[in-house]
């Protein structure tokens, strides 16, 4: 029989996919498309020549669109081969299963391909929440077995992840992340660790706003328009859970936060169970945390910017940068900008971290008269302004027209250390940290993962290259000492970079 270690200097050109459901059949078409050929096995009769069918029709579309030529389309379905049965998939140099997330069912068919396939060849599985070792733990040969996460759509997400198991060797990772490129995927490696490194970066984002949420700081639409229409997501987090279905991101909160032992960063929310309890998923029933008509999203009406607005403001203490670009755009409004607070005077307060009802405290301000402003990301988009519930009515219609004088919209929330896009980029962060810190990938490859797997603008570490670490650290103290709770605890790898004035995506010395 050849040995596995034959196949270290072999290209791998026959690849079996083993399940030709909608993941299956997305890496049978980018396998084919990307020049190798694809021994396709469904047990369901059938299954696997209808995927063979949609992959055509997908790529002729492709040709239309000028994304492929006819020949090149058609090249690589002439590469997809049918196989009935089992036993031909004898001849891959590597075979990807992509069935149901069953981690016995998985275990059972990795010892049925040992018992057809010779020893050289790869055994890679597309799960996306299983332990790849578990996987590969009924194995006579575990050091071929690996983790191989596509997303979907398949063709349109251009990541992999490639996962090895503790007795992974090296080789065969080399042989899997150039099976991903020439599938033109861009594949990262990260540890077998739950959620690997996606599904785990994605505890920064949506959980937060959850909370947020739940404190009642904000209304989901006004955060989903913080986060794009400031902080520059694509897609602000409400959006994507109808997106996604709150019958699958629910499960997928739980999930993590049990296999993290109870991780109070990861902690789930009762609102999305909630929500997965009665059906109300989002886009898929028609009504989620927006309705949906016709497959498109209702948006809620438009809250009028307030006409009145203070002829004269105090910018009291807060951010230094803040500061600046609070005072340029109140002088281009035309409004007095006073060096103190008066009786009669709006005060505006740039924080970054700081709470409104603690800043008012601290300096001795008038609880009624002084509001707060994030300026984290500048005031060119969706501008925030935070109120107490102290501030009177006519103060806050005062500081919302000023806000709105040039017609852009403003998100009023109620008081929160680190209003809410600086919250949830400080938890992006966070998390991101606490994965290099623990080895589950590099900061270049966790960076790689937020923009093609998340479609973050930014990876974490380049937003707070952009923002400021020292500013992140600050916001997480501030949320830390304000909740008394270990779930805004910064990282190690945040605070000694931080306290050496090292960038944030700065390896650790290698042991």
């Given at each position: 029989m050849t040995d596995?270690?034959?196949?270290?200097?072999?290209?791998?050109?026959?690849v079996g996919v083993v399940g030709a459901g909608t993941m299956g059949q997305g890496i049978i078409q980018v396998a084919a498309a990307g020049g190798m050929t694809v021994l396709a096995y469904d047990e369901k009769p059938q299954a696997a020549e209808?995927?063979?069918s949609k992959i055509a029709n997908f790529l002729g579309r492709a040709v239309e669109k000028q994304r492929m030529t006819a020949s090149e389309a058609a090249a690589a379905i002439k590469r997809i081969i049918i196989i009935q049965k089992f036993e031909d998939l004898a001849k891959a140099d590597l075979?990807?299963?992509?069935?149901?997330?069953?981690?016995?069912?998985?275990?059972?068919?990795?010892?049925?391909?040992?018992?057809v396939?010779?020893?050289?060849?790869?055994?890679?599985?597309?799960?996306?929440s299983l332990s790849i070792t578990g996987i590969a733990s009924n194995c006579e040969h575990p050091q071929r077995v690996a983790g191989f996460h596509f997303f979907n759509p398949v063709p349109l997400m251009k990541l992999v992840e490639v996962i090895p198991g503790l007795r992974t060797e090296s080789w065969v990772l080399d042989k899997l992340m150039d099976v991903g490129t020439r599938m033109t995927r861009k594949p990262v490696i990260c540890a077998d660790t739950p959620g690997f490194l996606v599904n785990h970066l994605g505890r920064g984002y949506m959980p937060e706003a959850l909370r947020v949420l739940d404190e009642g700081i904000a209304k989901h639409n006004d955060i989903d328009c913080i986060m794009t229409g400031a902080a520059g997501f694509r897609m602000g987090p409400f959006s994507l859970v109808d997106l996604v279905g709150a019958d699958v991101a629910s499960p997928v909160m739980d999930a993590i936060y049990q296999q993290y032992y109870h991780e109070p960063a990861y902690q789930p929310s009762q609102i999305l169970n909630l929500r997965m309890q009665g059906g109300i998923l989002g886009l898929?029933?028609?009504?989620g945390f927006y309705e949906y008509s016709k497959g498109k999203k209702v948006e809620p009406e438009p809250v009028d910017t307030p006409q009145n607005r203070s002829m004269s403001v105090h910018i009291g203490n807060g951010d230094v940068e803040g500061t600046k670009l609070l005072t340029a755009f109140i002088e281009s409004a035309g409004v007095t900008i006073r060096s103190d607070a008066s009786d009669d005077t709006l005060t505006l307060l740039p924080l970054v971290g700081t709470g409104l009802s603690t800043a008012i405290a601290l300096n001795g301000l008038d609880p009624t008269r002084t509001v707060a402003v994030d300026t984290l990301f500048g005031l060119e988009g969706v501008r925030t302004l935070m109120v107490t519930p102290a501030t009177s009515n006519e103060v806050r219609a005062q500081a919302h027209g000023l806000l709105g004088v040039d017609n852009a919209s403003v998100a009023v929330i109620n008081d929160s250390p680190g209003f809410v896009s600086q919250r949830l980029?400080?938890?992006?962060?966070?998390?991101?940290?606490h994965m290099a810190q623990r080895g589950v990938s590099s900061p270049e490859d966790i960076d790689t993962g937020a923009r093609l797997g998340l479609n973050?603008?930014?990876?974490p570490f380049e937003l707070a290259e952009e923002i400021g670490a020292n500013r992140i650290l600050k916001i997480l103290e501030e949320l830390e000492a304000f909740y008394g709770e270990p779930r805004y605890r910064p990282s190690a790898w945040l605070r000694r970079r931080?306290?050496?004035g090292l960038p944030l995506d700065l390896p650790d010395a290698v042991l």
């Amino acid at each position: 029989m050849t040995d596995m270690h034959d196949n270290e200097a072999k290209e791998i050109t026959l690849v079996g996919v083993v399940g030709a459901g909608t993941m299956g059949q997305g890496i049978i078409q980018v396998a084919a498309a990307g020049g190798m050929t694809v021994l396709a096995y469904d047990e369901k009769p059938q299954a696997a020549e209808t995927a063979k069918s949609k992959i055509a029709n997908f790529l002729g579309r492709a040709v239309e669109k000028q994304r492929m030529t006819a020949s090149e389309a058609a090249a690589a379905i002439k590469r997809i081969i049918i196989i009935q049965k089992f036993e031909d998939l004898a001849k891959a140099d590597l075979v990807i299963e992509a069935i149901i997330e069953n981690l016995e069912i998985k275990k059972s068919l990795f010892a049925k391909l040992e018992s057809v396939v010779p020893q050289h060849t790869i055994l890679a599985s597309n799960t996306s929440s299983l332990s790849i070792t578990g996987i590969a733990s009924n194995c006579e040969h575990p050091q071929r077995v690996a983790g191989f996460h596509f997303f979907n759509p398949v063709p349109l997400m251009k990541l992999v992840e490639v996962i090895p198991g503790l007795r992974t060797e090296s080789w065969v990772l080399d042989k899997l992340m150039d099976v991903g490129t020439r599938m033109t995927r861009k594949p990262v490696i990260c540890a077998d660790t739950p959620g690997f490194l996606v599904n785990h970066l994605g505890r920064g984002y949506m959980p937060e706003a959850l909370r947020v949420l739940d404190e009642g700081i904000a209304k989901h639409n006004d955060i989903d328009c913080i986060m794009t229409g400031a902080a520059g997501f694509r897609m602000g987090p409400f959006s994507l859970v109808d997106l996604v279905g709150a019958d699958v991101a629910s499960p997928v909160m739980d999930a993590i936060y049990q296999q993290y032992y109870h991780e109070p960063a990861y902690q789930p929310s009762q609102i999305l169970n909630l929500r997965m309890q009665g059906g109300i998923l989002g886009l898929k029933t028609g009504s989620g945390f927006y309705e949906y008509s016709k497959g498109k999203k209702v948006e809620p009406e438009p809250v009028d910017t307030p006409q009145n607005r203070s002829m004269s403001v105090h910018i009291g203490n807060g951010d230094v940068e803040g500061t600046k670009l609070l005072t340029a755009f109140i002088e281009s409004a035309g409004v007095t900008i006073r060096s103190d607070a008066s009786d009669d005077t709006l005060t505006l307060l740039p924080l970054v971290g700081t709470g409104l009802s603690t800043a008012i405290a601290l300096n001795g301000l008038d609880p009624t008269r002084t509001v707060a402003v994030d300026t984290l990301f500048g005031l060119e988009g969706v501008r925030t302004l935070m109120v107490t519930p102290a501030t009177s009515n006519e103060v806050r219609a005062q500081a919302h027209g000023l806000l709105g004088v040039d017609n852009a919209s403003v998100a009023v929330i109620n008081d929160s250390p680190g209003f809410v896009s600086q919250r949830l980029v400080a938890m992006i962060v966070n998390v991101a940290c606490h994965m290099a810190q623990r080895g589950v990938s590099s900061p270049e490859d966790i960076d790689t993962g937020a923009r093609l797997g998340l479609n973050y603008p930014k990876g974490p570490f380049e937003l707070a290259e952009e923002i400021g670490a020292n500013r992140i650290l600050k916001i997480l103290e501030e949320l830390e000492a304000f909740y008394g709770e270990p779930r805004y605890r910064p990282s190690a790898w945040l605070r000694r970079r931080v306290d050496l004035g090292l960038p944030l995506d700065l390896p650790d010395a290698v042991l």
